[in-house]
Every structure is written in structure tokens, then in C-alpha cells.
């Protein structure tokens, strides 16, 4: 068994859409009796915005869990670069290029905006905790070198202001910013936002749709992500899962998926029998 | 690189960064803050960058004369395309970064731009969203490469690549550039730069090479400006001060100029770099001074009690020592502890540790606000001047400088003033023109050019320092005769750090009346210390907490315009507050954040009629414009207040009490 092949092609704003980058097949996750996710498969393709919607209860976090590796599906397989993935703790499949933010955000409120980036870097860390302790040799360059990296990504996100402010006293909306940096910062090749633009107001989720679709242009990383707010997801996304009660009930291009019957329904709610 | 004059002194901008390079080579010209660090470039580094720039100009295909706009943030590389730009014979245009695109085209248009340098991709999607209706527009050109990649490159160039070129065709364009270099002389433009206008369209100012170094030289001698000085640049580029400041002085005394890394980062970077010479309106002190006061209202009991011990001693002794005077040797001794304890971690605080002059203009500055500034030993004076006069047309010396008045005329300027009050002058400084009207400069600047400032003022017997009133045009009259100075009375409201912005009518009425724009930072802590909670800026200006404190500066003002005999009359009878924040966004305000009167006056002409016709509140329906160029609508009922006014027999009661 493989994974699904496809033809590179050119979106019409000039991105490269590659072949499979990961592939998810007939994936079944349960929780004692209950089903969060049934039987789903899809894949995501390199350098492609793939957006996972559905209403609340979908099992749409479950599903990204289950992509970071911190739930593992009784059934079915996980596919990523061509191959098979076994089971694998988090900080493994992090290791592996796959960052992510959380929908509660995760960060460390007593730290620096900046420290709490460089702790993004970790993966990227060769040296051990005594030569990092002493500050010598290769651990003073490795930390030149990961600093670099960090304030590319404060750069490019525009938190210079907000550098060595602790994280606890920002707002929301620069908080979830702070996370993508930490989780841009690892370099990833699959970045997983989790609801990116929850409790956002207007502006502050234009601003936000603007720096995934930068990083996504300068980086050419793969994004999934999800998200409630259907006119973000439809004005971002190349292609769109549309989960309900931990089933797949939609897969195609927003446009696919905004005239699929089913998930009108789901939307707008039918008796369910 | 050569000098072009010979007779010793350079007469254009490129002559002098060749004369810095062989006095100064290594010393630095430039920094910037860029991925955390401070980058900084010497005299002789940013010489070559300027060069390869102008090769790269000359291979695209600039000519002599053509008007090249400058749209962005204060950057290095985009001072030194202005140099550049010169160097290849053709003028540079600094244009405001915020003006929306529509603004843009009308000084695009006037200006015959061929060539556009851009800060980054917000700039270059305004220069092309004008580019069909201004043809003339040829290449467009950026800095930063974020968000271009995609973009169709047949006109459109990273300013690096252009340096590249430039490099590359060093053996083709270097006799060409020489060659154009050397016909720049004192005559030759220097820069052109559009007034923010106040009244009308913009008008381009073209300033030439002898009015910037004149300028620059006399100023600098005058202030004893020196090539160890450090300037913060971070007011607009297109504004004539950051010219004169940031390219005339810095070049002439070869002092370093420092760039920000971002907007939002200017008050953290201003601490790093502790500019020697510093320049910002007052708004900017006032935002700083309110922090100041809202972090001490958090410190502890001894602190404060500390602080204000101290801060009361500098009010007393400060500005005395600072200008020299007499003062008693305990005070003295007194005010070295309050340095040690208090003054000299505040002034670091601040980033103005370093400061030996720091200058105000811009609009007329709360004497509180200056005092406080100069009782902590920071030089802070002011001065007055215009685009027309490469700015300086008075300016305060060491020693003898006050909160209201703007000082003697400056180095090489003269002044009079005529019958009707109105302020004229004549310079070095004094433009060219201004471009493709000869009407308006014939309005402007008589024969013998002498220039109307459009102020109305006066000299002060004691001292020939120079007080403004007015803009000559705003002072009218009211309907029983009495002289109307709206600036005057708008002036003493906004010195309450809570207004912003006061509007004052009264010209040919029976009273006077005003609108106020409250300080959404100051109100907004106030709100939150006394538990007020509000939703938004709207919200705040209606409440009547908020109303209560006004009328009380309503009154306080009217009490104090009613001491000077000849303005009495200018009293606010009646005022609201507005609910939304005048801005340069909606034309309500000039660049500068300067009113348009004429045009608020006819945009809420039903509250203007409300104000006069008694009534107690109105409904206002309002048209904004959002950042991104979206209009919207707000609507409002405003609750119109009466405010105490004091009539003159009333007064000298007051007085006697």
C-alpha cells in the first residue's frame, strides 16, 4: 500500500500544490464506547491549505490529535513522507516537521514573547544541558544561530514591539500570534492550527488570515487547519474536510463543499434520525 | 567620487556625503534596528550603497530632472535613494506613507512621477492601484520583498536589485553620473516636498540645494550640532523637519542618524539609543509624560511620596538651573540628590538621557508640559517655522526660552510684520517655487522674497522674542465686533492631557462654541481606575462622567481667556463632545494632524446648528473611513452641554477674591 499520487500543479495566485505530504487512511478513534472519529480518510498535499471544518463535536480536534501523534486511532493508518507512521509520541512526530498551536493557548505567560519562541527551537538543539549551562563551545553559536531564526520570525510576524513583554500581560489576539511564532520558529514542513482565529475580532482575524496565507507563500508550508468561522476557512483554504458526529460528510474545494447537500445540512441543522 | 566645488564648500547634498566620507569614512552615518540588532553602516559603506543605487537608477533609464516619489517608513536605504536620486540629476518626492491611495494621486499627478520607490508591499499596491490614472509612472521600485514575489516584475524592482545592477554596469553609467553630478550646484533642486495642506490641494515645494545648506548650516552653528550627535529619525519622511534634520544637518555636520525598527517600536529603541539631538511634536511629549504619571500612580507609598518631593523641587529650581541663573547652593545641592534619585533614572526611563537639544514645534505646547520637561534638565525649546522656509523662520536660544512664545529669528532670517498682524519673512531658506504654480508663488513671495506666513503674531517688547496668535485667516470677528482667535482658546483646552483636540466656532456670532475630541488613552485610564466600564470610543465620549469633567476644563479655559481683556469675548458658551476622533483618514485632518477647519465645519454642520439653535442634545449620522480605504457610517445622539462663562465685571471679582 501507498499513498495517493498526484500531479503538481499552479494554483492561479502562483503557489506549487505538490503530491501527498501525509495521508490519513480509515482512521477510527474511540474513547471507551464513544466514536470521536469514524472511518475517515483523506490526505494533505505539500504546500496546500487544507482546512478541516464542522460543527461543534465534530471530532475535528481529535482528528488534528490524532496528526500530532497525541492520540493514537485504534484503526487505520497514518501516512506522512511515503510512509507508514507507527505510533509515536508527540515530541517524535514533532521531530519529524510537524508544529502546532492549540486552541486554549499554550504558552508559557511568566516568559518573554521572545524566550517563549526560542522554545520553539528546541528540536533544533544539539547540544546538551551542561554545555548550554557553561555556555561553551558549540552552545554559544547553536543559540546565536536559533536567536537568528527567532527574530526572522518576529520579523516576519511584526511582534518587535511586544519582544521581551511577558506573554501573560499581552491580549488574545497577540497571544495566538506569539503561538505561530513558536511553532513557525521549528521550521516545520506541516503546521496544524487549531481554531487560529477563535474569539478574534475582524481585524484581528484579517490580519491573521494574512499571515497564514504569507507563511504558506514565503515558507511553502503545508497547513491544516481548523476552524468554525466559514468565510475564513472558504477565502483561505484550497481544499475543505467537512466532519460531523467524527464522520467524513464532505472533501473538495470550498466551492465543492459549499454546494454539498449534506453539509448545508449539517450546517443548518436537519433532523437527525 | 569627487567633490564638485572646488572652491572648498560642497554646494549639494552628494558633495557633502563625499566630503563626510574623506573626513568621517568610518565613522557611522546610519543605524538601523533590524532582527533585534542595532545594524549600522559608516559614512564610506553607506557612500557605496548610494553610488550603486544611482548607477542602477542611471541603467533603468532615469533623466535629468524627473521627479522620483519616496513612499515608506524612515529607513537607510530609503534616505540614501534620496541621495541617489540626486546623484543621477533627477529630484526625489518624499511622500507621507499613510496618505491613502486616492490622496496620492494628485501629488503623483502634479509631480510628473516616472520612477516610485517603495518601503514594501502596502506602498507598491497604492502606487499600482494609481498607476491607470497617473500613466506617467514608469518602474516601481521596493525595499522590502515580503509579499512581491508573486507580483508581475516587468516594472516593478527589489531596490537590492537594482543596486546589483547598478554594480554590474559600474563601467557604463560611471562617466554619466560623474558627469551629472557635477552639473548639481547651490541653484540646482535639492528636494521637493508637498505641503500637508491645511487650506487646499498639496503644493509641491521646491527647495533647492542652496536652501537646505544654509538651512542646515545655520541651524546647526546656531545649536552647535557636531558630527558625535545622534537623531532619532522616526517622523515622516516627507515631512520638511525630518528632511532638514535627518538628511540637511546630518549631512552637513556628519551626526548619525538612527532608524527605528518598526513604528511600534520607536519609545523602546529612543531608550537604546539615546538620540543627543531630538525633535518630536508635542503630542509625543504628552503621551510620555501621561505614562509617566500612570506608572508612578502604581509605584508604592515612599516612592511617590518620593517623586513628587522631587518633581515639586525641580518645578521650583530646574529651569533656572538649566538656563543658567542664579540659584541658592542648598537648592542646588537638593537638586543633585533629586538627579541621583529621581531625574536621572526618569530621563533614562524615557530615552532622553543624552538629549543637549531637543526641539517642539508643530503647534503650540502646554506650559506644564514644557516646564516639566525642562525642570528635569532636558534642553527642550521651541521653535517656528514652514516647508517654504526650510523650516526654521524663529527659533529659541540657550537660556532664554519660554513656553509661549517661539523665540528670535533664526540665523540669516528676517522678519516683519505687517499692519494686519500677519508675520513676513525672508531667508536663505526661503523656496524656489512652488511647482507648476506660478500663481501661488506670486501670492506667496513678493519680488524682493519676502514670504507670508499666513500667522498672525507679534513681538514682545522685552526680549524680541516672537508670539503667535493665529493663523491669520482664522482670526475674525465676532458679531459685536471682538476679536475671534480660535487657535487661542483650542490651544488652552488641549493643554488638559484628557482633550485632544478642541474646534472652536464663533467667527460673525454672537458667542463662541466648541467641539472636543477626548484622549482616548488618558479618558480610557481615568475610566479604569474609577470603574467606568465603556464598549467604545463612542461610548466613553457620551458618558456623563466624562461630559462633567469637560465642562469643568470648559470652564477653567473660559476663566482664563477671560483675564485677557481683547479675547473675553472667545469664551465657550456652549461645546460637545465628539463621537469619533477627527482624523487625516476622513480629510478632517491634514498629515500633520493639523484641522481643517472649513471642512469639519461643513461635515457637521447639523451639529454646528444645534450648538447655536439651544437644543440639549442631537442625532448625527457620520461616514467614516476605515484604514483600508472602506467607508462606513456611525451614528451618534450627542448631549450638548452649556458651560459657565465669566463676564468682565464677574472677572474682577474673581480677580479681587
Same mark, same amino acid.
Request: net charge negative; hydrophobic share 40%; aromatic share 8%.
Given at each position: 500500500m501507498t499513498m495517493m499520487q498526484y500531479e503538481p500543479y499552479e494554483t492561479p495566485d502562483g503557489r506549487t500544490i505538490g503530491n501527498t505530504l501525509m495521508e490519513m487512511k480509515n482512521i477510527t478513534l474511540r474513547f471507551g464506547g464513544v466514536?470521536?472519529?469514524?472511518?475517515i480518510s483523506f490526505d494533505i498535499r505539500e504546500g496546500e491549505i487544507r482546512a478541516i471544518i464542522g460543527p461543534n463535536g465534530a471530532g475535528k480536534s481529535s482528528m488534528l490529535n490524532v496528526i500530532s501523534g497525541f492520540y493514537n486511532p485504534q484503526e487505520g493508518d497514518v501516512w506522512f513522507r511515503g510512509t507508514k507512521r507507527p505510533p509515536m509520541r508527540p515530541y517524535l512526530v514533532a521531530r519529524q516537521g510537524i508544529a502546532r498551536t492549540f486552541q486554549n493557548i499554550a504558552l508559557?505567560?511568566?516568559?518573554?514573547v521572545l524566550d517563549n519562541i526560542m522554545t520553539g527551537r528546541l528540536n533544533h538543539m544539539k547540544t546538551g544541558f551542561l554545555g548550554q549551562a557553561i555556555w561553551w563551545g558549540k552552545a554559544e553559536k547553536e543559540e546565536t544561530l536559533n536567536r537568528e531564526k527567532a527574530e526572522e520570525i518576529i520579523d516576519f510576524l511584526e511582534i518587535q514591539s511586544i519582544r521581551?513583554?511577558?506573554?501573560?500581560?499581552?491580549p488574545y489576539g497577540l497571544k495566538k500570534r506569539v503561538e505561530l511564532a513558536r511553532a513557525l520558529v521549528a521550521e516545520p514542513e506541516l503546521l496544524l492550527l487549531d481554531?487560529?482565529?477563535?474569539?478574534?475580532n475582524v481585524e484581528e482575524k484579517e490580519d491573521m488570515s494574512r499571515f497564514i496565507l504569507d507563511v504558506n507563500d514565503e515558507y511553502g508550508t503545508t497547513i491544516a487547519l481548523i476552524e468554525h468561522d466559514m468565510g475564513v476557512v472558504m477565502d483561505l483554504s484550497d481544499r475543505v474536510v467537512v466532519m460531523d458526529y467524527g464522520k467524513k460528510i464532505g472533501d473538495g474545494t470550498p466551492d465543492e463543499v459549499r454546494n454539498n447537500q449534506e453539509v448545508i445540512d449539517a450546517y443548518l441543522g436537519v433532523a437527525h434520525d | 567620487m569627487k567633490m564638485t566645488a572646488v572652491s572648498g564648500q560642497p554646494e549639494s547634498v552628494p558633495a557633502l556625503l563625499a566630503r563626510n566620507v574623506a573626513?568621517?569614512?568610518?565613522?557611522?552615518?546610519y543605524r538601523e534596528k533590524e532582527f533585534g540588532i542595532w545594524q549600522s553602516w559608516t559614512w564610506r559603506e553607506t557612500a557605496e550603497e548610494i553610488e550603486a543605487m544611482a548607477l542602477g537608477l542611471l541603467a533603468l533609464g532615469i533623466e535629468r530632472g524627473d521627479h522620483v516619489a519616496i513612499i515608506g517608513r524612515n529607513r537607510p536605504a530609503l534616505y540614501w535613494s534620496m541621495i541617489a536620486v540626486q546623484r543621477a540629476g533627477a529630484v526625489p518626492v518624499p511622500l507621507?506613507?499613510?496618505?491613502?491611495a486616492e490622496e496620492m494621486v494628485h501629488v503623483l499627478d502634479n509631480a510628473g512621477v516616472r520612477f516610485a520607490i517603495c518601503g514594501d508591499q502596502e506602498q507598491v499596491d497604492k502606487v499600482l492601484e494609481v498607476q491607470e490614472s497617473v500613466n506617467k509612472i514608469e518602474h516601481v521600485i521596493y525595499q522590502d520583498p515580503r509579499g512581491l514575489r508573486?507580483?508581475?516584475?516587468?516594472?516593478l524592482h527589489a531596490l537590492a536589485d537594482i543596486q546589483a545592477e547598478g554594480r554590474a554596469a559600474h563601467e557604463r553609467f560611471e562617466k554619466e553620473l560623474a558627469a551629472r553630478e557635477a552639473?548639481?550646484?547651490?541653484?540646482?533642486?535639492?528636494v521637493m516636498l508637498y505641503t500637508?495642506?491645511?487650506?487646499?490641494k498639496p503644493k509641491g515645494v521646491v527647495l533647492s540645494n542652496r536652501n537646505i545648506i544654509e538651512t542646515a548650516k545655520n541651524s546647526a552653528e546656531f545649536d552647535h550640532l557636531r558630527s558625535s550627535d545622534d537623531v532619532l529619525a522616526?517622523?515622516?519622511?516627507?515631512?520638511v523637519g525630518d528632511f532638514i534634520f535627518s538628511i540637511g544637518q546630518a549631512y552637513w555636520t556628519g551626526l548619525c542618524v538612527n532608524c527605528p525598527e518598526s513604528a511600534a517600536t520607536v519609545s523602546a529603541d529612543l531608550r537604546e539609543i539615546g538620540p543627543t539631538y531630538f525633535f518630536a511634536p508635542p503630542p509625543v511629549f504628552e503621551r510620555h509624560l501621561t505614562e509617566v504619571m500612570i506608572r508612578m500612580e502604581d509605584a508604592g507609598r515612599f516612592k511617590q511620596w518620593l517623586f513628587h518631593h522631587f518633581m515639586a523641587h525641580a518645578k521650583r529650581v530646574g529651569p533656572a538651573i538649566l538656563d543658567g541663573k542664579e540659584v541658592g547652593f542648598a537648592d542646588r545641592l537638593k537638586y543633585k540628590l533629586g538627579e541621583l534619585c529621581i531625574y536621572g533614572p526618569l530621563k533614562n526611563t524615557l530615552g532622553l538621557?543624552?538629549?543637549r537639544i531637543g526641539y517642539t514645534a508643530g503647534e503650540a505646547i502646554g506650559p506644564e508640559l514644557f516646564d516639566f520637561y525642562r525642570s528635569l534638565g532636558i534642553n527642550l525649546k521651541q521653535l517656528y517655522g514652514q516647508t517654504e522656509a526650510s523650516v526654521f523662520i524663529t527659533m529659541q536660544p540657550n537660556g532664554q526660552v519660554r513656553a509661549d512664545t517661539v523665540g528670535v529669528?533664526? =540665523? /540669516?532670517v528676517e522678519i516683519r510684520i505687517d499692519d494686519s498682524g500677519e508675520i513676513f519673512y525672508r531667508s =536663505? /531658506?526661503?523656496?524656489?517655487?512652488?511647482y507648476n504654480n506660478p500663481d501661488s508663488t506670486a501670492s506667496t513671495k513678493d519680488a524682493e522674497g519676502w514670504v507670508a506666513t499666513g500667522d498672525a503674531g507679534f513681538f514682545e517688547e522685552e526680549g524680541g522674542h516672537l508670539r503667535i496668535i493665529d493663523r491669520v485667516k482664522d482670526v475674525g470677528k465676532m458679531a459685536d465686533g471682538g476679536m475671534f482667535a480660535p487657535k487661542f482658546v483650542e490651544n488652552k483646552l488641549k493643554?488638559?492631557?484628557?482633550?485632544l483636540e478642541a474646534v472652536v466656532f464663533g467667527a460673525g456670532r454672537e458667542m463662541c462654541t466648541a467641539f472636543i475630541n477626548i484622549d482616548l488613552h488618558a479618558v480610557g485610564n481615568w475610566a479604569e481606575r474609577n470603574n467606568i466600564a465603556y464598549a467604545s470610543y463612542q461610548e466613553l465620549a457620551g458618558h456623563p462622567q466624562v461630559l462633567d469633567t469637560i465642562q469643568g476644563y470648559v470652564e477653567a479655559v473660559n476663566k482664563s481667556v477671560a483675564e485677557d481683556s481683547m479675547l473675553s469675548?472667545?469664551?465657550?458658551?456652549r461645546f460637545l463632545v465628539l463621537h469619533k476622533e477627527l482624523d487625516a483618514d476622513d480629510g478632517e485632518?491634514?498629515?500633520?494632524?493639523?484641522?481643517r477647519r472649513r471642512i469639519v465645519e461643513e461635515k457637521y454642520e447639523d451639529l454646528i446648528t444645534a450648538l447655536y439653535s439651544g437644543k440639549s442634545e442631537q442625532y448625527t449620522e457620520t461616514e467614516v473611513t476605515y484604514e483600508d480605504g472602506r467607508k462606513g457610517k456611525i451614528t451618534a445622539t450627542l448631549q450638548i452641554r452649556d458651560a459657565a462663562v465669566v463676564d468682565h465685571v464677574g472677572q474682577a471679582q474673581v480677580a479681587a477674591e
Amino acid at each position: 500500500m501507498t499513498m495517493m499520487q498526484y500531479e503538481p500543479y499552479e494554483t492561479p495566485d502562483g503557489r506549487t500544490i505538490g503530491n501527498t505530504l501525509m495521508e490519513m487512511k480509515n482512521i477510527t478513534l474511540r474513547f471507551g464506547g464513544v466514536v470521536a472519529i469514524q472511518d475517515i480518510s483523506f490526505d494533505i498535499r505539500e504546500g496546500e491549505i487544507r482546512a478541516i471544518i464542522g460543527p461543534n463535536g465534530a471530532g475535528k480536534s481529535s482528528m488534528l490529535n490524532v496528526i500530532s501523534g497525541f492520540y493514537n486511532p485504534q484503526e487505520g493508518d497514518v501516512w506522512f513522507r511515503g510512509t507508514k507512521r507507527p505510533p509515536m509520541r508527540p515530541y517524535l512526530v514533532a521531530r519529524q516537521g510537524i508544529a502546532r498551536t492549540f486552541q486554549n493557548i499554550a504558552l508559557f505567560d511568566g516568559m518573554s514573547v521572545l524566550d517563549n519562541i526560542m522554545t520553539g527551537r528546541l528540536n533544533h538543539m544539539k547540544t546538551g544541558f551542561l554545555g548550554q549551562a557553561i555556555w561553551w563551545g558549540k552552545a554559544e553559536k547553536e543559540e546565536t544561530l536559533n536567536r537568528e531564526k527567532a527574530e526572522e520570525i518576529i520579523d516576519f510576524l511584526e511582534i518587535q514591539s511586544i519582544r521581551k513583554t511577558p506573554v501573560g500581560r499581552l491580549p488574545y489576539g497577540l497571544k495566538k500570534r506569539v503561538e505561530l511564532a513558536r511553532a513557525l520558529v521549528a521550521e516545520p514542513e506541516l503546521l496544524l492550527l487549531d481554531e487560529p482565529m477563535a474569539g478574534m475580532n475582524v481585524e484581528e482575524k484579517e490580519d491573521m488570515s494574512r499571515f497564514i496565507l504569507d507563511v504558506n507563500d514565503e515558507y511553502g508550508t503545508t497547513i491544516a487547519l481548523i476552524e468554525h468561522d466559514m468565510g475564513v476557512v472558504m477565502d483561505l483554504s484550497d481544499r475543505v474536510v467537512v466532519m460531523d458526529y467524527g464522520k467524513k460528510i464532505g472533501d473538495g474545494t470550498p466551492d465543492e463543499v459549499r454546494n454539498n447537500q449534506e453539509v448545508i445540512d449539517a450546517y443548518l441543522g436537519v433532523a437527525h434520525d | 567620487m569627487k567633490m564638485t566645488a572646488v572652491s572648498g564648500q560642497p554646494e549639494s547634498v552628494p558633495a557633502l556625503l563625499a566630503r563626510n566620507v574623506a573626513q568621517f569614512g568610518s565613522k557611522p552615518a546610519y543605524r538601523e534596528k533590524e532582527f533585534g540588532i542595532w545594524q549600522s553602516w559608516t559614512w564610506r559603506e553607506t557612500a557605496e550603497e548610494i553610488e550603486a543605487m544611482a548607477l542602477g537608477l542611471l541603467a533603468l533609464g532615469i533623466e535629468r530632472g524627473d521627479h522620483v516619489a519616496i513612499i515608506g517608513r524612515n529607513r537607510p536605504a530609503l534616505y540614501w535613494s534620496m541621495i541617489a536620486v540626486q546623484r543621477a540629476g533627477a529630484v526625489p518626492v518624499p511622500l507621507y506613507q499613510d496618505a491613502v491611495a486616492e490622496e496620492m494621486v494628485h501629488v503623483l499627478d502634479n509631480a510628473g512621477v516616472r520612477f516610485a520607490i517603495c518601503g514594501d508591499q502596502e506602498q507598491v499596491d497604492k502606487v499600482l492601484e494609481v498607476q491607470e490614472s497617473v500613466n506617467k509612472i514608469e518602474h516601481v521600485i521596493y525595499q522590502d520583498p515580503r509579499g512581491l514575489r508573486k507580483y508581475d516584475h516587468t516594472t516593478l524592482h527589489a531596490l537590492a536589485d537594482i543596486q546589483a545592477e547598478g554594480r554590474a554596469a559600474h563601467e557604463r553609467f560611471e562617466k554619466e553620473l560623474a558627469a551629472r553630478e557635477a552639473e548639481l550646484n547651490y541653484d540646482s533642486t535639492c528636494v521637493m516636498l508637498y505641503t500637508s495642506g491645511t487650506t487646499g490641494k498639496p503644493k509641491g515645494v521646491v527647495l533647492s540645494n542652496r536652501n537646505i545648506i544654509e538651512t542646515a548650516k545655520n541651524s546647526a552653528e546656531f545649536d552647535h550640532l557636531r558630527s558625535s550627535d545622534d537623531v532619532l529619525a522616526y517622523l515622516p519622511m516627507a515631512w520638511v523637519g525630518d528632511f532638514i534634520f535627518s538628511i540637511g544637518q546630518a549631512y552637513w555636520t556628519g551626526l548619525c542618524v538612527n532608524c527605528p525598527e518598526s513604528a511600534a517600536t520607536v519609545s523602546a529603541d529612543l531608550r537604546e539609543i539615546g538620540p543627543t539631538y531630538f525633535f518630536a511634536p508635542p503630542p509625543v511629549f504628552e503621551r510620555h509624560l501621561t505614562e509617566v504619571m500612570i506608572r508612578m500612580e502604581d509605584a508604592g507609598r515612599f516612592k511617590q511620596w518620593l517623586f513628587h518631593h522631587f518633581m515639586a523641587h525641580a518645578k521650583r529650581v530646574g529651569p533656572a538651573i538649566l538656563d543658567g541663573k542664579e540659584v541658592g547652593f542648598a537648592d542646588r545641592l537638593k537638586y543633585k540628590l533629586g538627579e541621583l534619585c529621581i531625574y536621572g533614572p526618569l530621563k533614562n526611563t524615557l530615552g532622553l538621557s543624552r538629549v543637549r537639544i531637543g526641539y517642539t514645534a508643530g503647534e503650540a505646547i502646554g506650559p506644564e508640559l514644557f516646564d516639566f520637561y525642562r525642570s528635569l534638565g532636558i534642553n527642550l525649546k521651541q521653535l517656528y517655522g514652514q516647508t517654504e522656509a526650510s523650516v526654521f523662520i524663529t527659533m529659541q536660544p540657550n537660556g532664554q526660552v519660554r513656553a509661549d512664545t517661539v523665540g528670535v529669528p533664526a =540665523p /540669516g532670517v528676517e522678519i516683519r510684520i505687517d499692519d494686519s498682524g500677519e508675520i513676513f519673512y525672508r531667508s =536663505p /531658506g526661503v523656496f524656489v517655487e512652488y511647482y507648476n504654480n506660478p500663481d501661488s508663488t506670486a501670492s506667496t513671495k513678493d519680488a524682493e522674497g519676502w514670504v507670508a506666513t499666513g500667522d498672525a503674531g507679534f513681538f514682545e517688547e522685552e526680549g524680541g522674542h516672537l508670539r503667535i496668535i493665529d493663523r491669520v485667516k482664522d482670526v475674525g470677528k465676532m458679531a459685536d465686533g471682538g476679536m475671534f482667535a480660535p487657535k487661542f482658546v483650542e490651544n488652552k483646552l488641549k493643554f488638559y492631557p484628557d482633550v485632544l483636540e478642541a474646534v472652536v466656532f464663533g467667527a460673525g456670532r454672537e458667542m463662541c462654541t466648541a467641539f472636543i475630541n477626548i484622549d482616548l488613552h488618558a479618558v480610557g485610564n481615568w475610566a479604569e481606575r474609577n470603574n467606568i466600564a465603556y464598549a467604545s470610543y463612542q461610548e466613553l465620549a457620551g458618558h456623563p462622567q466624562v461630559l462633567d469633567t469637560i465642562q469643568g476644563y470648559v470652564e477653567a479655559v473660559n476663566k482664563s481667556v477671560a483675564e485677557d481683556s481683547m479675547l473675553s469675548g472667545c469664551q465657550v458658551h456652549r461645546f460637545l463632545v465628539l463621537h469619533k476622533e477627527l482624523d487625516a483618514d476622513d480629510g478632517e485632518m491634514t498629515r500633520t494632524r493639523k484641522v481643517r477647519r472649513r471642512i469639519v465645519e461643513e461635515k457637521y454642520e447639523d451639529l454646528i446648528t444645534a450648538l447655536y439653535s439651544g437644543k440639549s442634545e442631537q442625532y448625527t449620522e457620520t461616514e467614516v473611513t476605515y484604514e483600508d480605504g472602506r467607508k462606513g457610517k456611525i451614528t451618534a445622539t450627542l448631549q450638548i452641554r452649556d458651560a459657565a462663562v465669566v463676564d468682565h465685571v464677574g472677572q474682577a471679582q474673581v480677580a479681587a477674591e
